[in-house]
T-cell receptor, first 113, second 116 residues
Framework: NAGVTQTPKFQVLKTGQSMTLQCAQD?????MYWYRQDPGMGLRLIYY???????DKGEVPNGYNVSRLNKREFSLRLESAAPSQTSVYFC????????????FGEGSWLTVV | AQSVTQLGSHVSVSEGALVLLRCNYS??????LFWYVQYPNQGLQLLLK??????LVKGINGFEAEFKKSETSFHLTKPSAHMSDAAEYFC??????????????FGQGTILTVHP
């Protein structure tokens, strides 16, 4: 039962470096999401993909890009990392056949120094 | 637009006591409502969800929540707290109509501490 798999789990970046967070789901879900979690702020939506081939901005998209590579994979890219992007990132996917339940990955801890 | 307010960023109870975590929502369309739990350094796990069927929803680990439209509330309760319930809990809302593609709007979270 892999579910939603994210890599890497931990990463330290220097300001200005770039990196890509990878996400894959094996549940044949159409919709996928990237959230960031910061203390006292809950989770905020960065980008989402309603279906393969489409992506849209969420609440906090600045500084990020995404790619819906295929139905399984949805990656998040930081082109020039900033300390404000230090956060925990969660990928998720949605089952439209189960009351819109969203399933989350284990999270990726990113520190930008 | 939708929003969620969780009243109390920290709640502390004794083992065996009632757990009550408060959630109020705002939505211009019929909502779906969710409670998720997050244990330290882990992802979010679905506790329960309201999707316009029964207003009293039972979830895992003995938790339940009641949807009250008149009060725009979806409070989470458990009759008797266990030490293993210590975690952070998130209330979330999405659009039942599907036009928002299932995007969730989260509350800020409530950290539950359980004392022996």
């Amino acid at each position: 039962n892999a579910g939603v798999t994210q890599t890497p789990k931990f990463q330290v970046l220097k300001t200005g470096q770039s990196m890509t967070l990878q996400c894959a789901q094996d549940m044949n879900h159409n919709s996928m999401y990237w959230y960031r979690q910061d203390p006292g702020m809950g989770l905020r939506l960065i980008y989402y993909s309603a279906s393969e081939g489409t992506t849209d901005k969420g609440e906090v998209p600045n500084g990020y890009n995404v790619s819906r590579l295929n139905k399984r994979e949805f990656s998040l890219r930081l082109e020039s990392a900033a300390p404000s992007q230090t956060s925990v990132y969660f990928c998720a996917s949605r089952s439209s056949s189960s009351g819109n339940t969203i399933y989350f990955g284990e999270g990726s801890w990113l520190t930008v120094v | 637009a939708q929003s969620v307010t969780q009243l109390g960023s920290h709640v502390s109870v004794s083992e065996g006591a009632l757990v009550l975590l408060r959630c109020n929502y705002s939505s211009s369309v019929p909502p779906y409502l969710f409670w998720y739990v997050q244990y330290p350094n882990q992802g979010l796990q679905l506790l329960l969800k309201y999707t316009s069927a029964a207003t009293l929803v039972k979830g895992i680990n003995g938790f339940e929540a009641e949807f009250k439209k008149s009060e725009t509330s979806f409070h989470l309760t458990k009759p008797s707290a266990h030490m293993s319930d210590a975690a952070e809990y998130f209330c979330a809302v999405s659009d039942a109509g599907g036009t928002s593609y299932g995007k969730l709007t989260f509350g800020q979270g409530t950290i539950l501490t359980v004392h022996p």
